[in-house]
């Protein structure tokens, strides 16, 4: 198993108030990636990262920034929480330069409620 | 227009038999990666299966095996003798470009897959 770790598990906030979550990973794997997953919508990729302070947007970035500071850590920030921003929230490695799959490898997630 | 499409929202199976999970893509790229992924109960995103768009042979892992139709743009995850442990979520995705890339998935709705004992 890929050594991905995401923190918190679970948080419940307040409309306006800012939001960090934090990925880590032990696997030296170059890119990492947020998701976020909504009843009849799948996955939906959120901000990715190509290495360190290397970002780019996804397809739903808007209301979301994150950071890079370094390889293990990956920080998606909530400036201002809303209530659409309720979801479950998966970060992913890929890019060890040895898989012959490109698989992603995917964290436990992070479930967010913004009441 | 959608890049993934699953057809099959939910599905029900009796144990053991064989089960075909539906999925279709969309793209222009020539190079591009087709996934599959299992989400049970729990919650977890279970890695499956990989195709590479040059790949010449369909991928297999296990009970798993992709059906790669390229010319007709279809992946679908066929599993064999089914199991209760193999009801969950299964999700297709893309990634576009070459092998190795940052670039994300793009992921299908999905498709509940229940099997019956």
């Known amino acids: 198993d890929a050594g991905i770790t995401q923190s918190p598990r679970h948080k419940v906030t307040e409309t306006g108030t800012p939001v960090t979550l934090r990925c880590h990973q032990t696997e030296n794997h170059r890119y990492m990636y947020w998701y976020r997953q909504d009843p009849g919508h799948g996955l939906r990729l959120i901000h990715y990262s190509y290495g360190v302070k290397d970002t780019d947007k996804g397809e739903v970035s808007d209301g979301y920034s994150v950071s890079r500071s370094k390889t293990e850590d990956f920080l998606l920030t909530l400036e201002s929480a809303t209530s659409s921003q309720t979801s479950v929230y998966f970060c992913?490695?890929?890019?060890?330069?040895?898989?012959?799959?490109?698989?992603?490898?995917f964290g436990p997630g992070t479930r967010l409620t913004v009441l | 227009a959608q890049k993934i499409t699953q057809t099959q929202p939910g599905m029900f199976v009796q144990e053991k038999e064989a089960v075909t999970l539906d999925c279709t893509y969309d793209?222009?790229?020539?190079?591009?990666?087709l996934f599959w992924y299992k989400q049970p109960s729990s919650g977890e995103m279970i890695f499956l299966i990989y195709?590479?768009?040059?790949?010449?042979q369909n991928a297999t892992e296990g009970r798993y095996s992709l059906n790669f139709q390229k010319a007709r743009k279809s992946a679908n995850l066929v599993i064999s003798a089914s199991q209760l442990g193999d009801s969950a979520m299964y999700f297709c995705?893309?990634?576009?470009?070459?092998?190795?890339?940052?670039?994300?998935?793009?992921f299908g709705k999905g498709t509940h897959l229940i099997i019956q004992p």
């Open positions: 195709q590479g768009s040059y790949d010449q």
């Open positions: 992913a490695i890929s890019g060890s330069g040895l898989a012959r799959r490109d698989e992603q490898f």
């Open positions: 995705a893309m990634r576009e470009g070459p092998r190795g890339g940052a670039d994300g998935l793009t």
């Open positions: 793209t222009s790229d020539p190079s591009y990666g």
